[in-house]
């Protein structure tokens, strides 16, 4: 058959949410297993609305009582994989008849615990493929039908006729509606009808597992090797899952260093803070002790000055220290002095005490005499190096 590529495939699953993952995994089955080829075409639910799926047709070798018959299979792939398991079909030819049991139904779908417990990326096609393997040796989903027997009737689906190994399986798959039973438009098997009469291979012997080819031109496969195929696939999927578990326990060991790094930042700055703390509350003790030192000599000041405030006069008690401040405060003395004259002039107006004449003649002998006394006030203040006042 012609090899199909991985631009190829990825052409035909270009709806497909998780396309490089879906074709990975294709390639890898089609190179192992050469009668498998992939399919693109409309899938049936059994709501009756269609979707293109992809899927994988052909056969796959079964080791059977020391002989090897390709059993005939077609897997769906939902576009949702590899996160839902794929939909599996035993398709058989008109020279075939399904052998229902544990792990088939009247319609041909394989019920596995390995489907039924799915998990990406433990799960995958090629895992799959090979569980199929080692369960049809050991109970055939199909076997040849006899010659002189007419063609079966029509059946019903039946579902699993024993899913004891998938408690609490429900009814409706995990992707969306079940799909039509027995029957997906590629392959016409309509659910409830008979299957059609196709050319297909010489007859087999009755209740015998029935091969599309005959023995394997590759000769008889034994279970030791179909014992070290699966021994390999775990053995190869435990070393990833190590590998997994590896780099997953690196990176929340990096995370932990790096929290470890940021908790001994955050320590050192802490014991910067509380050492700087600690040289700040020593300051305000210091200072409380200096402000309450200050508090008492008031206090005895005070006391002092209260005991002797009858005998002291106010001209006594301030006391300038230099010439020029003693003239800065008769100067500002005499000037309050005059302000307060020019409000009581006012207030003598106001009332008829005196008339507007001699109110604005005295106003204006004051007011000039104000003005000098500001002047020259200003000029000392700025000679002792104090701020203006006005």
Known sequence: MAVVNEGALKKMLKQYKYRDLTVREITNVISQYKDLKPVMDA?????????????????????????????????????????????????????????????????????????????????????????????????????????????????????????????????????????????????????????????????????????????????????????????????????????????RAQAELDALKRTEEDLKKGHQKLEEMVSRLDQEVAEVDRNIELLKRKDEELSEALEKMENQSENNDIDDVIVPTAPLYKQILNLYAEENAIEDTIFYLGEALRRGVIDLEVFLKHVRLLSRKQFQLRALMQKARKTAGLSDLY
């Not at 994988?56 to 939902?78: A, K, M, Q």
């Not at 005959?214 to 999927?237: F, N, Q």
Request: a neutral charge; hydrophobic letters at 30%; charged letters at 15%.
């Open 43 to 247: 899938y049936v639910f059994n709501d009756g609305s269609t979707r293109d799926l992809m899927s994988l047709t052909g056969t796959v070798p079964v080791s059977y009582r020391g002989n090897i018959y390709n059993i005939p299979v077609c897997l769906w792939l939902l576009d949702t994989y590899p996160y839902n398991p794929p939909i599996c079909f035993v398709k058989p030819t008109s020279a075939m008849m399904i052998k229902t049991g544990k792990h088939i139904d009247a319609n041909g779908k394989i019920y596995l615990p390995y489907l039924h417990e799915w998990k990406h990326p433990q799960s995958e096609l090629y895992g799959l493929i090979q569980v199929m393997i080692v369960v049809f040796g050991e109970e055939p989903p199909v076997f040849s039908r006899p010659t002189t027997q007419a063609p079966y009737q029509a059946f019903q689906a039946a579902g699993p006729p024993n899913p004891s190994y998938m408690p609490g399986m429900p009814a409706v798959s995990q992707y969306g509606p079940n799909p039509n039973p027995g029957g997906y438009p590629g392959y016409q098997y309509p659910g409830g009808n008979s299957y059609p009469a196709t050319a297909g291979p010489a007859h087999y012997p009755s209740q015998t597992p029935v091969s599309t080819v005959g023995p394997s031109r590759d000769g008889t496969i034994g279970e030791d090797t179909i014992r070290a195929s699966l021994i390999s696939a775990v053995s190869d999927k435990l070393r990833w899952r190590m590998k997994e578990e590896m780099d």
